[in-house]
């Protein structure tokens, strides 16, 4: 009998300038963080990741977006979710050492 992992489907909302570098990596993974952004925060409910790319990156940016993306629900689970609000209102918290730069835990492409 084979074991097929389940997937867990995650939002993220970006500006232009992480779009664009999406798509120069053939929508197969997210640029590496920023410095002064160093935890990568893929949101649990897609009306979330709306939001935060209405309120924040189009607030900050000029425009946002919400890419959907699907990962090894396995892998996913080694890492806390954390509620910052409402019961939508959930993120995972990845360090950017621990987010692999290959993109083995992605199902498929990232998506928008």
């Known amino acids: 009998m084979r074991h097929d992992p389940a997937a867990l489907l995650l939002f993220r909302p970006v500006n232009q300038q992480e779009l664009d570098l999406i798509a120069a990596a053939n929508w197969l993974a997210f640029p590496p963080r920023l410095p002064e952004q160093p935890y990568f ?8 990741a709306s939001q935060i790319a209405r309120d924040w990156n189009v607030s900050y940016y000029g425009i946002g977006y919400v890419l959907r993306f699907a990962v090894d629900a396995d892998y996913a689970a080694t890492f806390p979710v954390q509620n910052v609000g409402g019961p939508s209102t959930t993120s995972c918290g990845y360090r950017p050492k621990s987010w692999p730069s290959s993109t083995s835990i992605f199902w498929g492409r990232l998506r928008w």
């Open 41 to 48: 925060y893929p949101v649990l409910h897609e009306a979330y």
